[in-house]
């Protein structure tokens, strides 16, 4: 039996990802444990989540003493065991490496109740080959929160081969819990938010690619033309070009169909460290402070005479 009773909330990786769904929970009133191998990392989360709460102060969607409570639910962790002791659930958001995803899910399968299910927040790895390392497959089912996690109402539910029925309706109540929407899927390569994302953000530099269009037209087309919050170059730049990148060769591994195979120019980008927001600089170039959405020099049109 699971525990259905979810107070005691342990979130593995304190990026991007990992701070925001720590806000999220701790915002609904569970008990937080964040665990993250460094403790600068983890202050410089904490750091981000009261960053972010102070936003929503500011709108008036959160009062400053409920920012303070929230903050308060939050601990934090380096050592695994400590982190998940007491948990009820577990929701894994490091790094997108399947070695490393499969190390973790090892250490927590010894380490965590036997009662706690296991969550990974992975955007394309296959969650039955997480579960698989496990000797608790029932209680493994992907969690897939949506950047940024406060803002996005969406959480992906993934079903991996075997994941439980009450687990997935346990899962499913307490997304609600957190004000999200929740979507259940099967465990297919890209569930289904990534198969359908990534084909056009690859779409879209296959088309910068052949020169149908400079970054700004093609962001602008589908921002303009469609209501898209973000330009598929924008929104590649935002997920990150490296993790574009492993998303699309997942799917091309997974279905073996030559639709999904990433464009030379992403690989090209990945390969020179062009990887989007994270490292300053993608289809746009980006100054710490400015909001201003600058196209990156290397697409300017080029005068060589
Ligand atoms: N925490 C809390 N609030 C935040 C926030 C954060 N991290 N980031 C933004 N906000 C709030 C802002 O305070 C603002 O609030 P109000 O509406 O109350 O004013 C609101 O969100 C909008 O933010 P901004 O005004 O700063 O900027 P914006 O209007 O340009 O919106 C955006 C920014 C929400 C990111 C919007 O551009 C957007 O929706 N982009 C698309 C995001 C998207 O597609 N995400 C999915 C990526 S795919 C993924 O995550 C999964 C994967 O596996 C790859």
Same mark, same amino acid.
């Given at each position: 039996m699971?525990?259905?009773?979810i ?10 990802m ?6 999220v929970?701790?915002q609904?009133?569970f008990?937080?444990?964040?665990m993250?191998i460094?403790q600068? /990392?983890l202050?410089?989360a904490i750091?981000t989540i009261? !960053? +972010?709460m &102070?936003?929503q %102060?500011?709108k008036?969607?959160?009062t400053?003493?409920a920012k ?5 639910r939050? /601990? ?8 998940v !002791? +007491?948990a &009820?659930?577990? %929701? ?7 070695d490393l995803k499969l190390?973790?899910?090892r250490q927590?399968d ?10 990974s927040?992975?955007s394309?790895?296959?969650?039955t080959k997480i579960?698989?390392v496990?000797?608790r497959?029932d209680?493994v ?5 949506m ?6 109402k969406?959480v992906?539910?993934?079903n991996?081969?075997a994941t ?8 499913y ?15 297919y ?9 990534l084909?056009?953000?690859?779409e ?5 690619q052949?020169g149908v ?5 093609i962001?602008?087309?589908?921002k ?5 919050p973000?330009?598929p170059l924008?929104l590649a730049?935002?997920?990150g ?12 591994s ?10 030379a120019?992403?690989?090209n980008?990945?390969q020179a ?6 490292s300053g600089e ?7 402070g400015?909001?201003?959405l600058?196209?990156?020099p290397?697409?300017?049109k080029?005068?060589w005479?």
């Open positions: 699971h525990n259905n009773t107070n005691n909330v342990t979130v593995i990786g304190s990026g991007t990992g701070n925001g769904i720590c806000h929970f701790a609904a009133g008990n937080v444990s964040m993250d460094r600068d /990392a202050d410089k750091a009261a !960053k +972010n &102070d936003r %102060v500011q008036g969607s959160l400053e003493e303070q409570v929230s903050l308060a939050i /601990a934090t962790y380096t050592d695994m065991g400590e982190a !002791k +007491n &009820d659930l577990v %929701v894994e958001a490091a790094t997108e490496n399947i190390n973790i899910f927590l010894a380490l965590a109740p036997a009662s706690c299910i296991l969550a927040n992975t394309s790895i296959s969650i579960a698989s496990t000797k497959a209680k089912i992907g969690m897939h929160f950047n940024p996690v406060p803002v996005m969406l992906e539910i993934i991996g081969y439980a029925a009450e687990v997935t309706s346990t899962i109540k307490m997304a609600e819990q957190l004000g999200k929407v929740p979507c259940v899927a099967n465990d390569p890209g569930f289904v938010a990534n198969r359908l994302l084909p056009m953000i690859n879209a530099i296959i088309s910068l052949e269009a400079g970054v700004t037209e962001d602008t087309i589908m303009l033309g469609m209501a898209h973000m330009g924008q730049d935002f997920i070009l490296d993790v574009c990148l492993s998303i699309l060769q997942v799917l091309h997974g279905f073996g169909n030559p639709k999904y195979a990433p464009s120019l992403l690989v980008m990945v460290g062009y990887l989007g927001v994270k993608g289809f746009y170039k980006y100054t710490a400015s909001k201003d600058v196209v990156s290397m697409f300017a080029k005068e005479n």
